[in-house]
T-cell receptor, first 111, second 113 residues
Framework: AQSVAQPEDQVNVAEGNPLTVKCTYS??????LFWYVQYPNRGLQFLLKYITGDNLVKGSYGFEAEFNKSQTSFHLKKPSALVSDSALYFCVRDGGGKLIFGQGTELSVKP | DTAVSQTPKYLVTQMGNDKSIKCEQN?????MYWYKQDSKKFLKIMFSYNNKELIINETVPNRFSPKSPDKAHLNLHINSLELGDSAVYFC????????????FGSGTQLSVL
């Protein structure tokens, strides 16, 4: 069955430093991969998606993600973190006509 | 204008009661969803409707019954509420398939006492 794994429950970063939130996906066909973000007490918001083509996908709020087929990874990155980036981040893949969510990574950016 | 709106935002009720959560989207999307987020923040799809037709019905107890009167609305009715139903329920919509961008409502926090 298709799945995604986010190996870190929490990532702590200082404001201004680069951030990476890790994700690996199960190998099954050509996956559609997504990142969604959930700010406190709010619904999820779409950040970006990978279907095919360029391995580097640019998304909202300065985020980007790199698709790496050999490592089956789709890590989320941002060159310079903001305190306002603090939120819960979900890596997501398609599977059987529905979205399959990773367990989420809590990103905390300190001033 | 809120794209996907769900009401109520908070719902506190006793075990055994029946309750409904309403969802409306004004995006003109054909597909709507209900997701459940548990206390560990894990998200799982419950139902998906495309143009009022049930497309996905995950292994959800029969006590949960979605209803889509038109493609802009997808309501969730829950009978005989149990403690384990306590969670945050999110409504979402997309133009057609789940491989497109999903727009989520702000969630309904259900607490069963």
């Amino acid at each position: 069955a298709q799945s995604v794994a986010q190996p870190e429950d929490q990532v702590n970063v200082a404001e201004g430093n680069p951030l990476t939130v890790k994700c690996t996906y199960s190998v099954s066909g050509n996956p559609y991969l997504f990142w969604y973000v959930q700010y406190p007490n709010r619904g999820l918001q779409f950040l970006l998606k990978y279907i095919t083509g360029d391995n580097l996908v640019k998304g909202s709020y300065g985020f980007e993600a790199e698709f790496n087929k050999s490592q089956t990874s789709f890590h989320l990155k941002k060159p310079s973190a903001l305190v306002s980036d603090s939120a819960l981040y979900f890596c997501v893949r398609d599977g059987g006509g529905k979205l399959i969510f990773g367990q989420g990574t809590e990103l905390s950016v300190k001033p | 204008d809120t794209a996907v709106s769900q009401t109520p935002k908070y719902l506190v009720t006793q075990m055994g009661n029946d309750k409904s959560i309403k969802c409306e989207q004004n995006l003109g999307h054909d597909t709507m969803y209900w997701y459940k987020q548990d206390s560990k923040k894990f998200l799982k799809i419950m139902f998906s409707y495309n143009n009022k037709e049930l497309i996905i019905n995950e292994t959800v107890p029969n006590r949960f019954s979605p209803k889509s009167p038109d493609k802009a609305h997808l309501n969730l009715h829950i009978n005989s509420l149990e403690l384990g139903d306590s969670a945050v329920y999110f409504c979402a919509s997309s133009r057609q398939t789940a491989n497109e961008k999903l727009f989520f409502g702000s969630g309904t926090q259900l607490s069963v006492l």
